[in-house]
């Protein structure tokens, strides 16, 4: 089955700075990468999504990468505020849709004033 | 609803007993899936319905757990002889549709089970 890695597990920056968080997958069948944000005691939220047949896609000051033959996609996010502190999770599924993802392990990231 | 609904939020039950865990996906969704959240951890897979049917329940660890979606709406998870291990939040999520181009997954809030 899929196995999806996610690093680095905490990430602390300043207010304004960028946030990059990784996630390499091991299933060169999957085909849709979603990124979830959940704050402490909340539900996931997709902030983003990507699928394989495009490389890189951006909202706002949210874009995701990815790189199929290294299997690894990235969530970068810039000019970074307090209220983007929270658990961040990449997930990736075979089925192009949101049926049988695997997710990492999550991020939490901490934004200083 | 404006939302996924779960109920209970919190559920505290003893090890051995029987519980059922309730999901309102979104009107209209016609895709349903259930994750477990251990903490610390991401969401793992457990069941997703299209419509009334299990499409895929390769998630459920054992047969302890089935889950029913008897309208093609409400969903239930049920788990018997509750052990310790199945401690843990269990997230129901929603989407349009469970193919591809109707993606986008709305999850509840969840049920925290603690079984002491």
């Known amino acids: 089955g899929e196995n999806v890695e996610q690093h680095p597990s905490t990430l602390s920056v300043q207010e304004g700075d960028s946030a990059v968080i990784k996630c390499t997958y091991s299933d060169s069948a999957s085909n849709y990468f979603p990124w979830y944000k959940q704050e402490l005691g909340k539900r996931p939220q997709l902030i983003i999504d990507i699928r394989s047949n495009v490389g890189e896609k951006k909202d706002q000051r949210i874009a995701v990468t990815l790189n199929k033959t290294a299997k690894h996609f990235s969530l970068h996010i810039t000019e970074t505020q307090p209220e983007d502190s929270a658990v961040y999770f990449c997930?990736?599924?075979?089925?192009?849709?949101?049926?049988?993802?695997?997710f990492g392990s999550g991020t939490q990231l901490t934004v200083l004033p | 609803g404006a939302g996924v609904s779960q109920t209970p939020s919190n559920k505290v039950t003893e090890k051995g007993k029987y519980v059922e865990l309730r999901c309102d996906p979104i009107?209209?969704?016609?895709?349903l899936y259930w994750y477990r959240q251990s903490l610390g951890q991401g969401p793992e897979f457990l069941i997703y319905?299209?419509?009334?049917?299990?499409?895929?329940d390769s998630g459920l660890p054992n047969d302890r757990f089935f889950a029913v979606r008897p309208e093609g709406s409400v969903s239930t998870l049920k788990i018997q002889r509750t052990e310790r291990g199945d401690s843990a939040v269990y997230l129901c999520?929603?989407?349009?549709?469970?193919?591809?181009?109707?993606?986008?997954?709305?999850f509840g809030q969840g049920t925290r089970l603690t079984v002491v």
């Open positions: 999520a929603s989407s349009l549709t469970g193919v591809r181009g109707q993606t986008e997954a709305f």
């Open positions: 997930a990736a599924s075979f089925s192009g849709s949101a049926r049988q993802l695997t």
């Open positions: 009107s209209g969704h016609t895709a």
């Open positions: 319905f299209q419509g009334t049917g299990a499409a895929d």
